[in-house]
C-alpha cells in the first residue's frame, strides 16, 4: 500500500504524467538542484532534462505564462551557465547550445523574451569559451548567435549592447568568426552583422563605427582578397580544365562577398559606409583588380613584392562588381579611376597620398583588435572633425588625426577614400600632373556625388573624328581596350565585353554624364550622335573575325559584341552609325551569309539545325548577369563538348557544331 514508486529519488517531486505542465517544470528545476554538479552518471539525466526545458518554455509561451514566471523566479539559466563553466564535456555544451537555439528560435511572446533577456546570463554563455575545435559545438554556437541575432530591434538591443561598457558581445564574437573554414560559419556570421546593422539605433552604431568598422572591414577586405589569389592560382594552374569544381566554389565564394558588401551598403549607414568603401576601394578594388590591367606594362612593379592577378582575372572580377554593387560613391570611383586614372599613380614611387592604395595585411589581427578595444570609452560626441580626402567629405575623431591611425580607429585624411578627380587632377603636392589647373567649375562638377571630367565631346554631327576621344593618360580604360583583340582568340576579350556591358547598365550608380566623358551612350541618352569610335571599330572587327571560316570567336562573345554595340549606336529603331562602320556590318553579314551557303549544301539536315538554332536563340538570350557567375568562362576556350560547357561558351567540334555556328552567326 505504501511502496514507493519505481525511481523515486529522496526529496525529489514526483514526475507529473503531463509533460507540458508547470508541474512538470517544477519536477525537472528539482532535478537540476539535485543535480548541479554534472558526473559520469547523471551526465544523460541532465541531457534529457534540458531538452525537456526547452519544450516546456515553448508550450508555456504559447499557452500558459505562468511556466515562465517560474523559469524567471527559479533563476534556471543559472544553471545552464553553471554546467558550462565546469567544463563538463561536449555532449552537455551541445545540448545547451541546442536548448537555447530551440528556445529563442520559438518564442514568439515579446515578455517571454524580455524574461529570458533580463538577467544577462545569455551574453554571459555568448561569451563562454567553448572548445570550437569541435565541429558540432562550432555550429551549434553559430546557430544560436544567428538565433539571438534575428530578435534584435530597437528594444532588445540594449539586452546585448551595454553603453556604459562599451561591450556587445554578440556582434563582437560573432565577427571573430568571419574568416572561418567552414562556409556554414561564415555565411551565419554574414547574417548576424547585416541584422546588427538594420537595427536602428545610434549609440550602438556609433560603437561599431569606432570600435570595430576598421578592424572589421580591413581583416575582411584582406581575407577577400588572398580568396582573389586563390582564384587567380587556380586559373593559372588550370589550363587542362581539372579543377573546374575548384574554381566554381571559388568564384561562388566571390560573388557571396560582393552580395555582402553590397547588402551592407545598400543599408545607407553613412557611417559604416564611409570606412567601407574606403577599405573596398584602398584595400582592395584599386591595387588588386584595377592595377592589374596594367601588370604586363610594369616590368619593375612586377619584379617588386606587389599582389596582383591576371588581366582575365581582373576583368572577369570587375565585370561582376558592377554587375552586383550599386552604391553610387564607390561605383562611381571605381569607374572614374577605369576611364581617367594616371599609372604613375599606381607605382610606389607617388606620393605618401597615393601609397595607401596597396593591398597590405591589417596591422593585427581582428580577435586581437577587439581585445585591445573592450571596454575602452568613445570619445565625447563632439571630438570630431569635417575632413576633405580629395573631393569628399569624411567625418574622423580628432585624435586618429594627430595620433597617427589605430586600427580600431579612422583612417586619418590620406587614407580616407580619395576621389579619382584628385587622382586625377593633383594627388599629392609633389606630383606634376598635365591637369593640375583644372578651374573652380570642373572641381565643384567632380565632387564624390557627381564627379566627371569636363571634356565633353566637341563635334555635334554624327560623322565625328577620332580626335574627339583619345586614350592617352588612360591606361585602365587603354587596357580594356587592347583586351578586344581577338588576333588568336577571345579569351580576355569577352570579360572585357562584359565588364564594358556593366558599367553601361550600372544605372543606380554610374551617371550617363560620367559614360559620356568617354563617349560612351547608354539606353538612358536621348540621342547618340556621339558615340566612342575606337570602341565601335574594334567591336566591329570582332564581328568580322566571328564570321570569318575556322574563327577562334565563340558565340557568347559575338552576342555580347552586338549586345554592346546597339547599346552605343542603335536607339527606338534608329541607328546613329557612320556610313563606314555601316558597311563593315554589312560586309560580315555577307561573309556570314556566304558560310551559310556553303554548309546548307553539305548538310542534309542544316535547315532543322538552323531552325533550333534561332529558337533557342530568340527564346534563351544571353543573359551577362548568369555569364559571369559561369567559372568554365575563366578557362582558356576549349573546343571539346567533354568538358561539358555550353556551347555558345566553346569553341565548335566537327562539322555538324561548325554548322550550327554558322547557322547562329
Not at 37 to 49: F, W
Request: proline share 3%.
Amino acid at each position: 500500500m505504501f511502496q514507493r514508486s519505481k525511481g523515486w529519488i529522496p526529496g525529489l517531486l514526483s514526475k507529473p504524467k503531463n509533460p507540458h505542465s508547470l508541474e512538470h517544470l517544477k519536477y525537472l528545476h528539482s532535478l537540476l538542484c539535485k543535480n548541479q554538479t554534472v558526473t559520469e552518471a547523471n551526465r544523460s539525466l541532465l541531457v534529457e532534462t534540458l531538452r525537456s526545458i526547452s519544450e516546456i518554455l515553448i508550450w508555456g509561451d504559447q499557452n500558459d505564462s505562468s511556466v515562465f514566471d517560474f523559469f524567471l523566479e527559479k533563476n534556471m539559466l543559472s544553471f545552464f551557465l553553471r554546467y558550462l563553466q565546469q567544463k563538463s564535456g561536449r555532449f552537455i555544451c551541445v545540448q545547451l547550445l541546442q536548448t537555447l537555439n530551440i528556445l529563442f528560435e520559438n518564442i514568439r511572446n515579446e515578455t517571454s523574451l524580455y524574461y529570458l533577456l533580463s538577467n544577462n546570463h545569455i551574453n554571459s554563455i555568448i561569451v563562454h569559451k567553448f572548445d570550437f575545435s569541435d565541429e558540432e559545438v562550432m555550429a551549434y554556437y553559430i546557430s544560436f548567435l544567428k538565433t539571438l541575432s534575428f530578435k534584435l530591434n530597437r528594444h532588445t538591443i540594449h539586452f546585448f549592447y551595454n553603453e556604459h561598457t562599451n561591450d556587445f558581445a554578440l556582434y563582437t564574437e560573432a565577427i571573430k568568426f568571419f574568416n572561418h573554414s567552414e562556409a556554414m560559419v561564415r555565411i551565419a556570421v554574414r547574417t548576424i552583422t547585416l541584422n546588427v546593422y538594420r537595427v536602428d539605433d545610434k549609440a550602438m552604431l556609433r560603437y561599431i563605427r569606432n570600435r570595430t568598422a576598421a578592424p572589421y572591414f580591413s581583416n575582411l577586405v584582406w581575407f577577400i582578397g588572398n580568396h582573389i589569389l586563390d582564384l587567380d592560382m587556380c586559373v593559372r594552374n588550370d589550363a587542362d580544365h581539372q579543377s573546374r569544381d575548384r574554381l566554381a566554389d571559388l568564384v561562388a565564394e566571390h560573388l557571396d562577398h560582393l552580395h555582402y558588401l553590397n547588402d551592407i551598403l545598400c543599408l545607407n549607414i553613412d557611417a559604416l559606409n564611409d570606412v567601407l568603401t574606403d577599405q573596398i576601394l584602398n584595400r582592395l578594388l584599386i591595387p588588386l583588380y584595377v592595377y592589374s590591367l596594367t601588370m604586363r606594362k610594369r616590368a619593375a612593379d612586377r619584379l617588386g613584392d606587389r599582389k596582383h592577378v591576371s588581366s582575365v582575372v581582373s576583368l572577369f572580377l570587375l565585370s561582376q562588381v558592377f554587375l552586383i554593387i550599386s552604391y553610387a560613391p564607390l561605383v562611381r570611383q571605381l569607374a572614374e579611376i577605369i576611364f581617367q586614372g594616371e599609372i604613375s599613380l599606381s607605382r610606389k614611387e607617388a606620393s605618401p597620398e597615393m601609397r595607401v592604395r596597396e593591398f597590405v595585411p591589417p596591422a593585427e589581427t581582428l580577435e586581437k583588435t577587439l581585445e585591445s578595444n573592450r571596454g575602452r570609452q568613445d570619445a565625447a560626441d563632439d571630438n570630431g572633425t569635417l575632413i576633405h580626402a580629395g573631393n569628399s567629405v569624411f567625418y574622423a575623431r580628432t585624435e586618429s588625426l594627430t595620433s597617427g591611425r589605430g586600427t580600431g580607429d579612422v583612417a586619418p585624411d590620406s587614407e580616407l577614400p580619395q576621389s579619382p578627380s584628385s587622382e586625377v587632377f593633383s594627388g599629392g603636392e609633389d606630383m606634376s600632373s598635365p591637369n593640375q589647373n583644372s578651374t573652380d567649375e570642373e572641381k565643384l562638377l567632380s565632387t564624390l556625388g557627381r564627379s566627371h571630367r569636363m571634356d565633353m565631346p566637341g563635334p555635334t554631327s554624327a560623322e565625328q573624328g577620332p580626335a574627339t576621344f583619345s586614350l592617352d593618360n588612360r591606361p585602365y580604360l587603354e587596357a580594356v581596350f587592347n583586351a578586344l583583340e581577338c588576333t588568336e582568340n577571345d579569351y580576355e576579350a569577352l570579360f572585357a565585353l562584359c565588364l564594358l556591358y556593366a558599367m553601361g547598365h550600372n544605372e543606380e550608380g554610374i551617371h550617363q554624364e560620367l559614360m559620356d566623358s568617354v563617349l560612351m551612350p547608354t539606353e538612358r541618352c536621348e540621342t547618340k550622335d556621339h558615340y566612342n569610335v575606337l570602341l565601335v571599330e574594334r567591336l566591329i572587327r570582332i564581328i568580322n573575325l566571328a564570321c570569318q571560316h575556322g574563327s577562334k570567336v565563340r558565340l557568347s562573345t559575338l552576342e555580347l559584341t552586338i549586345r554592346l554595340l546597339k547599346l552605343l549606336v542603335y536607339k527606338e529603331d534608329q541607328s546613329f552609325l557612320q556610313d563606314r562602320h555601316l558597311a563593315c556590318i554589312e560586309n560580315a553579314r555577307e561573309c556570314s551569309t556566304q558560310l551559310l551557303r556553303n554548309f546548307y549544301k553539305s548538310e542534309e539536315i542544316f535547315l532543322d539545325m538552323f531552325e533550333d538554332e534561332y529558337t533557342q536563340m530568340i527564346n534563351r538570350p544571353l543573359n551577362v548577369e548568369y555569364l559571369t557567375m559561369d567559372a568554365s568562362i575563366l578557362l582558356p576556350p576549349t573546343g571539346t563538348p567533354l568538358t561539358g560547357i555550353d556551347f555558345n561558351k566553346r569553341l565548335p567540334c566537327g562539322e555538324v557544331e561548325r554548322s550550327r555556328r554558322v547557322g547562329y552567326t
